[in-house]
């Protein structure tokens, strides 16, 4: 069976993009590996109009619930091939087919690319405060990285361990204002400039970690926020234009070069990563296939 639309991903720009899709009545089918994407990891969202303080994943779930309200088509899998014109086949071994596709897929969390970062993960290193956070209770952490999600992911911590070294490569954070201003007076907290971690120590669980200075620091949990990019796995299987980092090119209305694919939300190259710009992004992509659909 033949969709009109196919979306990849069920954060917030895919779940907007199919909250649009059914109300134009289009056949749509919404494939996504997380439900609810990436904001079901923020502990507090402030910043999304209607609540002034919510925890991601309960935002993301009232949004959720919004879509299957409107009968979308929902199936949680992951899209593993995608050709042109507009074939998907998922990791289930499902395929399916559609006039038109959305990509709203977000992106992966970067790694430090440091030895045994992998093989210690889940055993200190964890890539999610809200998940892990109360693991630490009591104990001393670290935060790599110095944008909001380091900056909200020390904070958070600040709550359960003792101490938290919150450890930036640069000279100043570039977390937004009002999140730096909660840093002032916590002394839980202590900020580390100018130094990159470059080595994880213990046997079976993370022990301590060592600075390229040299300076070690022992602590039970290392929290790695320092940024993300688009999965290139899926995005290079089709001739679809990027940004030297690896974003989608979109314009206005979502459209990319490609004719009937459209992408919106973190994946794009757009400037502002954040829930409500996913939302817009995905409701105008959702539009844009509809426009094309009707020509
Ligand atoms: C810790 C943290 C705190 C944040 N706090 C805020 C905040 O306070 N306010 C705010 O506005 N924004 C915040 N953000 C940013 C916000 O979460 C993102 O901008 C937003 O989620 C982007 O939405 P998206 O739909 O583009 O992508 P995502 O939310 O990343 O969703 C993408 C979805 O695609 C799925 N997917 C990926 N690949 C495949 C595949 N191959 N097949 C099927 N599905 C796939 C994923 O599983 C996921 O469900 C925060 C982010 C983080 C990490």
Known sequence: MKYD?????????GLTAAMYASRYKL??????KIPGGIATTAHKICNFPTYEDISGFDLMKKMEEHVKKLNAEMIYDEVIKISNKFKVKTAKGKTFEAKKMILAAGTERKKLNIPREMELLGRGISYCGTCDGPLFRNKNVAVAGGGNGAVTTALLLADYADTV?????GDKFRADPVWLS???GKKKIKQIFREDIAKLEGEKFLEAI??????????DGLFIEVGAIPDQRLISQLKIKTDS???IIADKQQR?????????G???NNSLKQIITACGEGATAANSAYQDLNK
Not at 5 to 13: F, M, N, S, T, V
């Open 5 to 13: 639309l196919i979306i990849i991903g069920g954060g917030p720009a």
């Open 210 to 219: 060592e600075l390229k200075s040299g300076k070690k620091l022992k602590v």
């Open 165 to 169: 070294y919150l450890i930036y490569r």
């Open 256 to 264: 990319t070069n490609i004719n009937g694919i459209y992408a919106a």
């Open 182 to 184: 909660q840093l002032k």
């Open 27 to 32: 056949k749509t089918l919404l494939i996504t």
């Open 266 to 268: 973190d994946i794009t």
């Open 245 to 247: 980092k690896g974003y």
